[in-house]
């Protein structure tokens, strides 16, 4: 290991330093590190012979410098969850070790430096998958303690698999915020050249210090590459693509700006702008027994049926096209309706609204006790009922809560241009994406 070697093998040649292999992987392949920065594993069955050039023993450790204090710079708090912002690769392992501390970060990304004062405080350490209403209220619990602190934003580092469900239940935990409150993650670790983490958490920083922006926001790649970032409402995100570094893409709706070097572009008019005031509602109450079903053709009633009988409080449908699923479905929607289950229907199409006046099929299904929930998303009506039936149990008032709009997870009308997929292959999309992409 460590050794700098040129390889021949029936794959080509290749240049790098051998790594350690994950102590979980087999034995059967070596793996290494190119001098552009990206690692491969070849069979060793494949390679034909090594020359060695020489050693280069790596200590993959971050730097870490004290991180200066200039009171003429805000100041802005760095709330961790788990996600990796700066972080280096234990090659022994396999595993991600993230960098957290002021010092690790300003050893990482010496630019923060140039846009506030930073503090860090790790609440959790959790891949964003094991995030839940234990980790949602703690975090909204903390970003109350620092506005009333007086900070002057608020960043969240969290992973980005589940980072649109965060955003979303802390835009209803979270209101009123005189402040911003910016979630960012990455794509791709830091030890990786096509790394977003440092410009991601640059722009997010930069937005937490000086934007007049004063809600909850995800703050990510715009385009793939790193021309500037976006400003995504809490309530209108979801990640789109496993692994681009633009998976956030803001849906039914547009975003609220673009990040770029030196500025900030509004792209909207109708956000809520920064107070000087400390005052913020921080109501953390929220029902786990909900879920979601998501429908798909053939969908027998026992699933419905298992959630009546293990005491669910609320259920999100994701139906097809305008709010629609099959008719053996009925007697246990109507079943669950009788119990005082809490009922909403969502699209999951994405874009578009509910409306289920169109047909016989969703005229049908509103009368077993099905209740119509706009445009919001599936997962933010997933979040939203779990905290609406926090507040209450009674129908009319979850109703109420459910289908009033608090940051924006319903509109009045999706925009003329909040629709836009570029369908590769179509001949005038591709004269569009080739004026761009040489």
């Known amino acids: 290991m460590w050794s700098d070697v040129e390889i021949d093998s029936t794959r080509g040649n290749f240049k790098g330093i051998i790594l350690p292999r994950s102590e979980t992987a087999d034995d059967t392949h070596i793996v290494l590190k190119m001098d552009t920065g990206y690692n491969v594993g070849l069979a060793v069955d494949t390679i034909n012979s090594i020359t060695e ?12 410098k004290e991180f200066p204090f200039d009171p003429k710079k805000p100041n802005v708090k760095l709330l961790g969850t788990g996600g990796t912002i700066a972080s280096r690769l234990d090659y022994r392992t396999g595993a991600v070790i993230p960098a957290f501390s002021p010092g690790e970060l300003y050893g990482s990304v010496p ?32 970003i109350g303690r620092e506005i009333r602190k007086g900070t002057s934003g608020v960043v969240i580092g969290h992973g980005t698999d589940t980072m649109h469900h ?8 979270v209101q009123d915020s005189p402040v911003p409150i910016v979630m960012v993650g990455s794509q791709r670790s830091s030890d990786r050249p096509s790394s977003d983490a440092a410009i991601n958490l640059i722009n997010a920083t ?3 210090a000086h934007s007049d922006f004063a809600e909850v926001m ?3 790649f715009g385009p793939t ?10 309530t209108r995100v979801r990640k789109m693509h496993s692994s681009y570094r633009s998976t956030f893409r803001t849906i039914g709706d547009i975003p609220l700006a673009m990040v770029e070097k030196d500025r900030f572009v509004p792209l909207r008019e109708d956000y809520k702008r920064r107070r000087s005031d400390r005052n913020v509602k921080i109501n953390t109450a929220f029902e786990e027994r909900v879920s979601i079903l998501y429908y798909y053709p053939n969908m027998n009633p026992d699933i419905l049926e298992a959630l009546i009988d293990n005491d669910y409080k609320g259920i999100i449908i ?6 629609h699923v099959n008719k053996p479905l009925y007697p246990a929607l109507k079943r669950a309706a009788d119990k005082g289950i809490h009922i909403y229907m969502t699209v999951q199409t994405l874009w578009g609204y509910v409306q289920m006046y169109v047909y016989d099929t969703g005229r049908d299904i509103m009368d077993l006790g099905v209740i119509p929930a706009a445009n919001m998303l599936p997962e933010v009506a997933y979040v939203k009922l779990g905290w609406a039936l926090g507040q209450s149990n009674d129908r009319e008032e979850v109703k109420k809560i459910m289908l009033t709009p608090i940051a924006g997870e319903i509109t009045d009308r999706e925009p003329h241009n909040g629709y836009l997929i570029y369908q590769g292959g179509i001949p005038e999309v591709e004269e569009f994406i080739s004026r761009f992409k040489k």
Request: proline share 3%; hydrophobic share 35%; aromatic share 8%.
């Open 111 to 142: 630019e923060l430096a140039d846009i506030c004062n930073l503090e860090t405080e790790k609440l959790y350490g959790v891949f964003s998958e094991n995030m839940g209403p234990e980790q949602w209220r703690g975090t909204a619990e903390a």
């Open 53 to 64: 050039h020489g050693r280069k023993e790596a200590h993959y450790k971050i730097p870490e």
């Open 206 to 208: 930069r937005t937490a």
């Open 166 to 173: 965060t955003a979303a239940i802390l835009s209803f935990m």
């Open 318 to 323: 994701a139906g097809t096209g305008l709010g």
């Open 218 to 220: 995800v703050c990510m």
């Open 225 to 234: 590459s790193d021309q500037y970032g976006l400003l995504h409402r809490g």
